[in-house]
């Protein structure tokens, strides 16, 4: 079973940044991706940032050029760096871990959310 902590969220000005870490504990098979969602209130959840065990990276067209995702192996850790901070950022912000093992069972895990609110 894997579990996602995640840390770094809070209450930041418009203009500002934040570091969010996502820790998984337990192995995790050999392809897999590694994700941030976010979820405002009364709205769907929605994909912000991914990158896969083949390097593969894509963002939100709302957050390219102002969110970098990235990832310590070393660690267990992925990182999303959000820079330029607008109002809308505001959301809860959420780990995922999709993964397939070679005989293709697939798993889906979820953090328990950090909250990010940009306000002045």
């Known amino acids: 079973q894997v579990q996602l902590v995640e840390s770094g969220g809070g209450l930041v000005q418009p203009g500002g940044s934040l570091r969010l870490s996502c820790q998984h504990s337990?192995?995790?098979?050999?392809?897999?991706?590694l994700a941030w969602y976010r979820q405002a209130t009364g709205q769907q959840r929605e994909l912000v940032a991914r990158?896969?065990?083949?390097?593969?990276?894509n963002y939100a067209d709302s957050v390219k050029g102002r969110f970098t995702i990235s990832r310590d192996n070393a660690k267990n850790t992925v990182y999303l760096q959000m820079n330029s901070l607008k109002p809308e950022d505001t959301a809860v912000y959420y780990c995922n871990l999709f993964q397939r093992s070679d005989l293709g069972v697939s798993n889906n895990y979820w953090g328990q959310g950090t909250q990010v609110t940009v306000s002045s």
């Open positions: 337990g192995s995790i098979f050999r392809i897999y991706i």
């Open positions: 990158i896969s065990s083949g390097e593969s990276i």
